[in-house]
């Protein structure tokens, strides 16, 4: 028998028409659910003047506004703290005793925001994670080395439960081990997939010569699933991970909440494909600066909102997250199904150029489609505080090392060109020599501000 292609490949591969029904009937259903568990959704739909029973449809849905920010996520957590008793917050629709795992989504300094868990809620973070594990290749009886932070993140103990739950055999080191108890580890289990940041998997690269005597290629790691930090979409870090390391490289978005996506085997990257969409919405986009919803078409750019089905704890509704996604509804040249997303970037990176929103991760993707000509490495050049910045805008790429001066002009035209037709606007453009701007692949650095800062 072939081996198949899917963890759940009833739930993967639906139509259009069956994942709209399937997630209308559930979102009504969560809806109705929150409102009368939650003080603050209660609280949310009596200021909009409107009652769950009100959205019928999929385009009255569309119509909610933005219901949860990350400030309104953690706010509600300090209320519940000062007022409930627990600090779970006031969206929490589970009786407490009924939470039995709790995480944490956030690794910024100060109070963390948590992620409370159900058994029911335990169980389909379990199946949304296998089905990203299988996707990438990881089978019952592999054995994973796990080298996320396991102190409460998303990454690290749930992930470590879904790999147990589906068969697979986790070595959970995890980040806090460290690089010589991690590579001592993988020699003694000999593991074929790594979990971990891009930036721990390209720590290793350097560190394993110095702390065991051998070359990270020489461990038998066929896939790396990386997550947490932008890194594993960009084609530089790509390439660098999978010739030291052997090994494939995927991108992986979700955890908590019934999310999940992760990049396929095609050479270039594609974005990640959706792969839940019968337990969350991923591609509901609106305008970052008003807040609209906005029509979504193969390659449409929002702010990502987030609303769970069938999640019982703390479910997000509405929930606006800091990303910009970048949402495609065409075929993956890989020949799987479904929706993929890019995360561009923060909202905070948003420019609006001649009233057009402008974001320098797309520019950046533009620019890597130019490589080997470019080397990839690019800023955008501001001489005043974004949003608003004067036309034309002014982006240094670093040309290729094989490109001469001659070529530069129609390198340039060529570049303009492509950003015009995929990004709406005219940009100025200034090469420099390879190696001119700061490596910063993995921070995602991508403008230069010239302006006093205060
Ligand atoms: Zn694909």
Not at 310 to 328: G, S, T, Y
Not at 391 to 416: K, M, Y
Request: with cysteine; aromatic share 8%; hydrophobic share 40%.
């Amino acid at each position: 028998m072939p081996e198949r292609r899917y963890w759940n490949e009833a739930a993967e591969t639906r139509s259009e028409e069956e994942i709209r029904a399937l997630q209308m009937s559930k979102i009504r259903r969560q809806l109705a659910y929150c409102y009368e568990r939650s003080p603050y959704y209660r609280e949310k739909f009596r200021e909009i003047g409107a009652l769950p029973a009100d959205v019928q449809t999929w385009e009255d849905f569309r119509r909610l506004p933005v219901l949860l920010t990350p400030e309104q996520y953690k706010a509600q957590q300090d209320q519940s703290s000062a007022e409930d008793g627990h600090p779970y917050g006031r969206i929490l629709c589970a009786p407490l005793a009924e939470v039995v795992g709790v995480a944490s989504t956030s690794g910024t300094t100060g109070r963390p925001t948590l992620t409370p868990f159900t058994r029911r809620d335990i169980e389909t973070t379990n199946e949304v994670l296998a089905r990203a594990f299988w996707r990438i290749g990881i089978r019952p009886g592999d054995t994973v080395l796990h080298a996320f932070g396991l102190s409460m993140w998303v990454a690290g103990i749930p992930m470590v439960r879904a790999l147990e739950a589906m068969g697979a055999r986790p070595i959970a080191v995890g980040a806090e081990g460290g690089t010589e108890r991690l590579l001592l580890f993988a020699r003694l289990t000999r593991p074929s997939a790594l979990l971990c940041t891009p930036s721990f998997a390209e720590h290793l690269i350097e560190r394993a010569p110095e702390v065991a005597g051998i070359e990270v290629g020489e461990l038998g790691i066929e896939r790396i699933f990386c997550a947490g930090e932008p890194g594993a979409g960009l084609p530089e870090v790509r390439k660098k991970l999978s010739q030291a390391w052997g090994a494939k490289i995927y991108d992986f978005a979700g955890g908590p909440w019934g999310i999940s996506s992760v990049s396929c085997d095609h050479a270039e990257y594609q974005g990640m494909h959706l792969l839940s969409e019968d337990y969350c919405l991923h591609y509901d986009l609106v305008d970052p600066e008003t807040n609209a919803p906005i029509e979504v078409g193969d390659g449409t750019i929002g702010a990502a909102v987030f609303t769970t089905f069938d999640w019982d704890a703390a479910p997000p509704v509405k929930f606006m997250l800091n990303d910009l996604n970048q949402i495609f509804t065409g075929p993956c040249p890989c020949g799987m199904p479904g929706k993929r997303r890019k995360i561009l970037g923060r909202i905070d990176d948003l420019l609006i150029v001649k009233g057009i929103n402008v974001y320098p991760a797309a520019i950046r993707n533009v620019v890597n489609g130019f490589v080997p000509r470019v080397t990839g490495e690019m800023r955008v050049v501001l001489r005043e505080p974004p949003p608003r910045v004067s036309s034309p805008l002014h982006i240094r790429i670093e040309r290729g090392a094989d490109v001469a001066d001659a070529e530069l002009v129609e390198l340039e035209r060529q570049i303009s060109a492509r950003i015009r037709d995929l990004l709406r606007f005219t940009p100025r453009i200034e090469f420099v020599a390879p190696g001119t701007l700061a490596r910063s692949a993995l921070k995602g650095k991508l403008i230069e501000r010239l302006y006093q800062q205060s």
